[in-house]
């Protein structure tokens, strides 16, 4: 980690404040921070897009000056704020492991060596971070999976993976908040529904949040707790 | 709120953006909103609406539209040969469509994309805040899609008068070879000199390839020093990303929130546009530019807007009055220099102050024409 945030310009309305260049919950607490100290607190800023180890400042350049922006970010950035442990919720999901739910818990009891259900009680035995969202709105990027748990993508992706599907891909583990095409291996699926544009905030998840999957006892449990 | 306008045929790809969806990016979600952000918010100050309100963003074949009310309207962006009953719709200008009337487009001319505003804006829930499509994901605009054969669209009452572009307003002629001015980063140092050069000095293609997401460019390949890999972040506007083949790819209105690719260079705001209207097979080369340089470019931009005008009345002037000689400030009930507020014939209670003795007396401000 960076002692002192570094500036990137990102064009003329948005700057990229890098705090590292790593994959660290103590990284991406600095990121969090920063961007709920910023919440609110600065006008002229337009959004921000908090990631790993950067916080991508998007400003409007007419109503707030670059170097004033920086000396705020500087100060904020230097005041000492909430640990990230108090800022984020822990989030229960829960998830129906393996059938037609996971078809690759197989896979992954296979590459790992595990037995399904240990596969399901080390996937579930854990809080994972969530680093930040992106790739498609509402999707998680997870930290925290056992490394014991991690398995190559799958050589030809699916065309079609139902939203909520939990999956594995190398060493993350995340959820498909819309059905999308993907590659990861697919160990189960939740009955919540991750992204909602209808809802105030639309993700169940929000960056800095840990998530915990709950194992469900069947489909008759899953069903009774359909969202979609 | 009333249905304004039919589509009797969609065109190729329209559909309803504002300038965009901010604060959920965090979650995810893409900015979305007008490709040519300027040419959006032109035609709303045209038609008296807020510069925020919902339009179409039509694309190579405009769409036919029925009026169905009285509307003013206002096409700006790319010539894509607009006809109001049949006679040529001038651009960049309001103009009243009367009901009956039928909107139609005949042919890209200048330019890919066209924005229609209509007085009022187009009435559809905001989603996140905002009411523009954001067609991949599903949401916003109308159902989350590009317009159909058969869909009706309604209008917000209009908030205020037609305007008129400032004096000596020339409308963009977007041409065939788009040159763009870049600020170099967040990753240009994961390139050498000799890449950066590839990417300033050479002109590239766009892409068969480009769609709202991005526009990727065909030319040289412009080389990483490593990797072309990075640690996911956040993605700004108009970011030159490079992927692993050396293809530059501008991310435009409906990128990815994030990626993980590095970013060579940004195009500037006040340039997006430009780029915007691009058609693929067109040309774009890149010229580097501080960030200085940007916002002097971004506030020109900005007074052209703010310059756009109403038939409005004379501008307010300083009320004085003027004793042997001697100028007397004037304030109002408030303590306010008084002014001819509207530019009109008026009559106010003010107090002047003369050798430290206040004196309160009826004013009456006579608008008359100057010589």
């Given at each position: 980690?960076?002692?002192?945030?570094?500036?990137?310009?990102?064009?003329?309305?948005?700057?990229?404040?890098?705090?590292?260049?790593?994959?660290?919950?103590?990284?991406?607490s600095?990121?969090?921070?920063?961007?709920?100290?910023?919440?609110?607190d600065?006008?002229?800023?337009?959004?921000?897009?908090?990631?790993?180890?950067?916080?991508?400042?998007?400003?409007?350049?007419?109503?707030?000056?670059?170097?004033?922006?920086?000396?705020?970010?500087?100060?904020?950035?230097?005041?000492?704020?909430?640990?990230?442990?108090?800022?984020?919720?822990?989030?229960?999901?829960?998830?129906?492991?393996?059938g037609?739910?996971g078809?690759?818990?197989?896979?992954?009891?296979?590459?790992?060596?595990?037995?399904a259900?240990?596969?399901?009680?080390?996937h579930?035995?854990?809080?994972?971070?969530?680093?930040?969202?992106?790739?498609?709105?509402?999707?998680?990027?997870?930290?925290?999976?056992?490394?014991?748990?991690?398995?190559?993508?799958?050589?030809?992706?699916?065309?079609?993976i139902?939203?909520?599907?939990?999956?594995?891909a190398?060493?993350?583990?995340?959820?498909?908040?819309?059905?999308?095409?993907g590659?990861?291996?697919?160990?189960?699926?939740?009955p919540?529904?991750?992204?909602?544009?209808?809802?105030?905030?639309?993700?169940?998840?929000?960056?800095?949040?840990?998530?915990?999957?709950?194992?469900?006892?069947?489909?008759?449990?899953?069903?009774?707790?359909?969202?979609? | 709120?009333?249905?304004?306008?039919?589509?009797?045929?969609?065109?190729?790809?329209?559909?309803?953006?504002?300038?965009g969806?901010?604060?959920?990016?965090?979650?995810?979600?893409?900015?979305?909103?007008?490709?040519?952000?300027?040419?959006?918010?032109?035609?709303?100050?045209l038609?008296?609406?807020?510069?925020?309100?919902a339009?179409?963003?039509?694309?190579?074949?405009?769409?036919t539209?029925?009026?169905?009310?009285?509307?003013?309207?206002?096409?700006?962006?790319?010539?894509?040969?607009?006809?109001?009953?049949?006679?040529?719709?001038?651009?960049?200008?309001?103009?009243?469509?009367?009901?009956?009337?039928?909107?139609?487009?005949?042919?890209?001319?200048?330019?890919?994309?066209?924005?229609?505003?209509?007085?009022?804006?187009?009435?559809?829930p905001?989603?996140?805040?905002?009411?523009?499509?954001?067609?991949?994901?599903?949401?916003g605009?109308?159902?989350?899609?590009?317009?159909?054969?058969?869909d009706?669209?309604?209008?917000?009452?209009?908030?205020?008068?037609?305007?008129?572009?400032?004096?000596?307003?020339?409308?963009?002629?977007?041409?065939?070879?788009?040159?763009?001015?870049?600020?170099?980063?967040?990753?240009?140092?994961?390139?050498?000199?000799?890449?950066?050069?590839?990417?300033?000095g050479?002109?590239?293609?766009?892409?068969?390839?480009?769609?709202?997401?991005?526009?990727?460019?065909?030319g040289?390949?412009?080389?990483?020093?490593?990797?072309?890999?990075?640690v996911?972040?956040?993605?700004?506007?108009?970011?030159?990303?490079?992927?692993?083949?050396?293809?530059?790819?501008?991310?435009?209105?409906?990128?990815?929130?994030t990626?993980?690719?590095?970013?060579?260079?940004?195009?500037?705001?006040?340039?997006?546009?430009?780029l915007?209207?691009?058609?693929?097979?067109?040309?774009?080369?890149?010229?580097?530019?501080?960030?200085?340089?940007?916002?002097?470019?971004?506030?020109?931009?900005?007074?052209?807007?703010?310059?756009?005008?109403?038939?409005?009345?004379?501008?307010?002037?300083?009320?004085?009055?003027?004793i042997?000689?001697?100028?007397?400030?004037?304030?109002d009930?408030?303590?306010?220099?008084?002014?001819?507020?509207?530019?009109?014939?008026?009559?106010?209670?003010?107090?002047?102050?003369?050798?430290?003795?206040?004196?309160s007396?009826g004013?009456?401000?006579?608008?008359?024409?100057?010589?």
């Amino acid at each position: 980690m960076y002692d002192e945030p570094v500036f990137r310009p990102a064009g003329d309305q948005a700057v990229l404040v890098e705090f590292g260049d790593e994959i660290s919950p103590e990284t991406n607490s600095r990121v969090h921070r920063l961007a709920h100290a910023i919440e609110g607190d600065v006008p002229g800023v337009v959004d921000l897009v908090p990631a790993y180890d950067s916080l991508l400042i998007q400003y409007d350049a007419s109503a707030l000056p670059l170097p004033e922006l920086q000396k705020r970010i500087v100060e904020l950035d230097s005041t000492p704020g909430e640990a990230a442990s108090e800022m984020g919720r822990v989030v229960e999901l829960p998830v129906l492991y393996g059938g037609v739910y996971g078809p690759d818990l197989e896979r992954v009891s296979e590459c790992s060596g595990l037995a399904a259900n240990e596969v399901v009680r080390l996937h579930s035995g854990t809080d994972y971070l969530v680093y930040m969202l992106g790739f498609t709105p509402g999707f998680p990027y997870l930290g925290g999976l056992n490394d014991a748990l991690a398995t190559p993508r799958l050589a030809t992706p699916r065309l079609e993976i139902p939203a909520g599907s939990v999956g594995i891909a190398e060493s993350q583990t995340g959820v498909y908040p819309l059905s999308s095409p993907g590659g990861w291996n697919l160990i189960g699926r939740t009955p919540l529904s991750l992204f909602d544009p209808t809802r105030q905030p639309p993700s169940m998840l929000s960056p800095g949040d840990r998530v915990r999957f709950v194992p469900l006892d069947g489909p008759d449990e899953y069903e009774s707790m359909t969202e979609r | 709120m009333r249905s304004a306008i039919q589509i009797i045929e969609p065109g190729l790809f329209t559909t309803i953006q504002d300038r965009g969806r901010y604060g959920f990016q965090r979650f995810g979600v893409p900015v979305s909103g007008a490709m040519d952000q300027f040419a959006l918010r032109a035609a709303n100050l045209l038609v008296g609406n807020d510069e925020n309100a919902a339009a179409l963003e039509m694309t190579v074949i405009g769409p036919t539209l029925q009026i169905d009310a009285d509307v003013v309207i206002a096409v700006t962006g790319a010539d894509l040969s607009p006809m109001l009953d049949g006679s040529p719709l001038p651009r960049w200008e309001a103009v009243h469509a009367p009901a009956g009337g039928r909107l139609s487009f005949h042919g890209m001319q200048d330019g890919i994309r066209a924005y229609l505003a209509v007085a009022g804006g187009i009435d559809v829930p905001e989603v996140m805040d905002s009411r523009s499509t954001y067609v991949k994901a599903g949401f916003g605009g109308l159902d989350g899609r590009p317009l159909a054969r058969g869909d009706a669209l309604d209008t917000f009452a209009p908030p205020g008068q037609p305007r008129e572009m400032p004096d000596g307003f020339m409308p963009p002629a977007y041409g065939e070879d788009h040159s763009v001015r870049v600020i170099l980063g967040p990753q240009d140092h994961a390139f050498d000199n000799d890449a950066v050069n590839t990417l300033l000095g050479s002109t590239f293609t766009v892409s068969l390839d480009s769609d709202r997401m991005g526009y990727r460019l065909d030319g040289p390949k412009v080389a990483h020093q490593s990797s072309p890999d990075i640690v996911s972040e956040g993605n700004a506007p108009g970011a030159v990303q490079v992927s692993g083949d050396g293809a530059p790819t501008v991310l435009m209105a409906d990128r990815g929130t994030t990626g993980g690719y590095t970013k060579i260079a940004a195009v500037i705001t006040a340039d997006l546009g430009q780029l915007a209207q691009a058609v693929p097979g067109e040309t774009v080369r890149f010229t580097a530019v501080s960030i200085d340089e940007a916002h002097a470019a971004l506030a020109e931009r900005e007074a052209l807007l703010a310059a756009i005008h109403g038939p409005e009345p004379p501008a307010p002037k300083p009320v004085a009055v003027i004793i042997d000689g001697e100028a007397i400030e004037v304030v109002d009930a408030d303590g306010e220099p008084m002014t001819t507020t509207d530019g009109r014939s008026s009559a106010h209670r003010a107090t002047a102050t003369l050798e430290g003795m206040a004196y309160s007396f009826g004013v009456e401000v006579r608008v008359e024409e100057a010589e």
